[in-house]
């Protein structure tokens, strides 16, 4: 009884950082602010969905539940490197010019919505 409880906080706890990341890409404005929900809240609720698995499984099965545990792992540690890769893509890409919405002095810019977030 008190471990399908644990087991159902971190369903939940998870879902609900996962909604928030996925509103967060869904919704940010730029593509800096785009990376950083996604990255953060739902590398956090998809370990907690997979933590809840393999409480689960470790308490069905005998023994401890490894896959889920080998996942979790393998998340924690590829999604920074991921979030970070894109950052410095993006980075590259204003660096370059090649981005219009992004023009001039990074550290001097603020920001300016464009004309279909202004008609939202």
Do not use: W
Request: charged share 15%.
């Amino acid at each position: 009884m008190l471990s399908e409880l644990i087991i159902s906080a971190f369903i939940l706890f998870g879902a609900f950082f996962v909604l928030l990341g996925s509103i967060a890409l869904a919704k940010l404005p730029t593509f800096f602010m785009r990376l950083h929900g996604p990255t953060k809240a739902s590398t956090l609720g998809v370990g907690s969905i997979l933590l809840a698995s393999a409480i689960y499984f470790s308490i069905v099965e005998p023994g401890l539940s490894a896959h889920e545990i080998l996942i979790l792992i393998f998340l924690f540690l590829t999604a920074p490197i991921a979030a970070l890769l894109m950052a410095r893509a993006g980075l590259h890409k204003n660096q370059t010019g090649d981005n219009p919405e992004f023009s001039g002095d990074p550290a001097k810019r603020e920001y300016e919505p464009s004309d279909d977030e202004k008609n939202r």
